[in-house]
């Protein structure tokens, strides 16, 4: 059974660095066949996919535009986890970031519990 | 891209059947056969209920299913039951620069 289990604080100030783990069990974030995700969760922006990590034969991450100047995904392999950073943060980035995992394929199987970032002074 | 576009509501009697609307592009859900449906509890994570189209995870109850005509795909629940009430988010692959693009949610009540 695949989980998903996420740590991080949930106060970060304006201008700061936003910084979560997703911790794995049950798969490898070295995997060959999956990609791990973190995605957000606001009411005026809704569900909003930041970015990923996978491996095949080297690693690779991939970020949406939105977010790309500001973001960074790293996998932990000593740790089997991954982690996310969001700099230089605004109110705006307020919202429940989740980490999941797509499978095999284009969807996302396994998701984390969830963890509310607040941001301000 | 823009989020796809869900209902905001819908609502149905337990027993009845009610289909909720994912309305996308020719890039996206008309594109692709990667839609996903999501089922969202209150301060709960999403659960994956249909992926591409039409397939059930396992432990999914047949009572949900998917289809997809152009660029709009459907999730119909059928048999309602009390536990359905939850909010309903379809996604699809939109090409390699946004591998997953959200609808907005719908908010299924079951009266």
């Known amino acids: 059974q695949v989980q998903l289990h996420q740590s991080g604080p949930g106060l970060v100030k304006p201008s700061q660095t936003l910084s979560l783990t997703c911790a794995l069990s049950?798969?490898?974030?070295?995997?060959?066949?999956?990609?791990w995700n973190w995605i957000r969760q606001s009411p005026s922006r809704g569900l909003e996919w930041l970015g990923r990590?996978?491996?095949?034969?080297?690693?690779?991450?991939d970020y949406a535009v939105s977010v790309k100047s500001r973001i960074t995904i790293n996998p932990d392999t000593s740790k089997n986890q991954f982690s996310l950073q969001l700099n230089s943060v605004t109110p705006d980035d307020t919202a429940v970031y989740y980490c999941?995992?797509?499978?095999?394929?284009?969807?996302?199987?396994?998701w984390g519990q969830g963890t509310l970032v607040t941001v301000s002074s | 891209q823009s989020a796809l576009t869900q209902p905001r509501s819908v609502s149905g009697s337990p027993g009845q059947s009610v289909t909720i609307s994912c309305t996308g592009t020719?890039?996206?859900?008309?594109?692709?056969?990667?839609v996903s449906w999501y089922q969202q509890h209150p301060g709960k994570a999403p659960k994956l209920m249909i992926y591409?189209?039409?397939k059930r995870p396992s432990g999914v109850p047949d009572r949900f299913s998917g289809s997809k005509s152009g660029n709009t795909a459907s999730l119909t629940i059928s048999g309602l039951q009390a536990e359905d009430e939850a909010d309903y988010y379809c996604?699809?692959?939109?090409?390699?620069?946004?591998?997953?693009?959200f609808g907005g949610g719908t908010k299924l009540t079951v009266l």
């Open positions: 999941a995992r797509a499978g095999s394929g284009w969807y996302l199987d396994y």
């Open positions: 049950g798969d490898s974030v070295s995997s060959n066949s999956a990609a």
């Open positions: 990590t996978y491996y095949r034969s080297k690693w690779y991450s």
């Open positions: 020719s890039s996206d859900v008309g594109a692709y056969n990667y």
């Open positions: 591409d189209v039409t």
């Open positions: 996604c699809s692959y939109a090409g390699s620069y946004t591998p997953w693009l």
